[in-house]
């Protein structure tokens, strides 16, 4: 098995060295300079290599010390820097999710204007009619046509659109549809892209 070393004993290393004081990297690591030299301790025994020559008010880094440095240094600047990454990601991403018709009719000729008002912004478009759960889909925003008789507080009516129905004009003539139950004797278009058409 791959064997680490302690995470908190390398950042307690790589910041003495850095600084070049047990007391300065105890300050920025916001713990004890006596934390600071168990860590250091616990990674010499663990390495089995002396890392520092310790005599009085001055601390002196090993050659075995120094390449131990160089050698973590850049993984340990890898590690920071992916965790600025993924921190920055989360406040800087946005995913929406909305049926194709209004993504490409509606918000498709926004999109430009939204981007340049909101630069730094990732932008991710999810065109589906699918119902989808925010947190399992990992999306920020759904607008959807539904029912709102199941009210929820995560829910915000956009736009009280009324359900509609089309056909020919001549269509409609020959069949005489004027209420609901007219439809009985009509020819209806079904789409299994829609989860709630049937209702």
Known sequence: MNHYPPMKALLAFEASVRLGSFIKAAESLH???????????????ELGVMLFLREIRKL???????????LIQPALEQIRAAGEKIRYAAHH?????????????????????????????????????????LEKDNVDLAVRYTDLSRAQPS?????????RLFCHPAYAERLSLHRPEDLKNAV????????YWDA
């Open 31 to 45: 713990v004890t300079p006596g934390a600071v030299s168990q860590q250091i301790k616990k990674l010499e025994e």
């Open 60 to 70: 002196t880094v090993t050659e075995t010390g120094q390449k131990y440095y160089r």
């Open 93 to 133: 991403t946005l995913t929406l999710s909305m049926p194709p018709g209004l993504a490409s009719k509606w918000f498709s000729p926004r999109m430009s204007d939204f981007v340049r008002t909101f630069p730094g912004l990732d932008l991710h478009l999810n065109a589906t009619a699918a119902l989808v759960s």
């Open 155 to 163: 829910r915000v009516l956009l736009s009280d659109a009324p359900c």
């Open 188 to 195: 209806l278009l079904h789409t299994t892209l829609y989860p």
